[in-house]
């Protein structure tokens, strides 16, 4: 998310995003929730901190009855405080998940990806005198890629990778990661299933609200059968597939 202090300081910068990427947010509305969240835990803190104060008046003896009847409204009233700013917390998150970062100054503004703009080529386009076949194509012929029963399997992009196919992607992967770490990075294998908050953490949720997907562990088959009971094991997990999500988290101090 984007530093509420960054926020406070430069709205017009974040409303100008906001026009620029065509998101329905209200800056104002969030500011105004800010100030009250903050408000109301400058207040919290300071009936806690009185809550605490009168509870070591009542060390080494007896309270008195004054004593114990502002204990019992303190209590109260931190209650009836501690509902109203989770209520406003809430709100303060539904509206910090939506605001967008600031792109830089020289990053050209446009309605959709057809109005972007070309800044560099590299290398010369070849020309042949043939119509190339595209990587589907040629994946199909050479019987290293299956999309039909990727899609089926795995829905929209789904894929599988088969024969000489996968022997050529761990070779460039081998080939890449040889290349990288002689450049000195660090070699690293990270979760493969992960927690919401290592998505929303690291940026990949645009919203509060989301779903977990759910991911099913099927017990042995002799297990199944002493224990029928047993026979799955849900945890709310995300299946992580680019691993920077994760190599993000790795890096917070948690």
């Not at 109005?115 to 990587?135: A, L, R």
């Not at 029928?228 to 988290?249: A, D, G, N």
Request: glycine share 6%; hydrophobic share 35%; charged share 30%.
């Amino acid at each position: 998310m984007v530093d509420i202090n960054f926020i406070r300081d430069y709205p017009d910068k974040i409303k100008e995003a906001i026009k620029n990427k065509n998101i329905n947010l209200d800056i104002d509305k969030l500011l105004e929730i800010d100030n009250e969240r903050r408000e109301s835990q400058t207040k919290l803190d300071s009936l806690r901190q009185r809550r605490n104060e009168v509870a070591d008046m009542a060390k080494g003896g007896k309270p008195t009855q004054e004593a114990i009847d502002e204990g019992k409204n303190l209590k109260a009233e931190i209650y009836e405080l501690e509902g109203r700013f989770n209520e406003i917390e809430k709100q303060y998150m539904e509206l910090m998940v939506q605001v967008p970062t600031v792109p830089s100054s020289d990053t050209p503004v446009g309605k959709n990806d057809n109005e972007n703009v070309q800044t560099f080529t590299w290398g010369v386009i070849p020309k042949f005198d043939f119509t190339p076949k595209t990587h589907l194509e040629l994946g199909k012929e050479l019987d290293i890629l299956d999309m039909e029963k990727g899609a089926k399997a795995a829905g929209y992009r789904g894929y599988y990778i088969k024969n000489e196919g996968s022997i050529l992607v761990l070779a460039f992967m081998m080939y890449a990661m040889h290349k990288m770490v002689a450049k000195g990075y660090a070699p690293m294998i990270p979760p493969t299933l992960v927690k919401e908050f290592t998505l929303f953490g690291s940026g990949y949720f645009k919203g509060w609200n989301m779903t977990a997907k759910t991911i099913i562990f099927i017990r042995s088959q002799p297990e199944i059968k002493k224990k029928p009971e047993r026979r799955v094991k849900i945890k709310s997990f995300w299946l992580e597939r680019p691993s920077h999500h994760c190599l993000l988290i790795f890096q917070m101090k948690l």
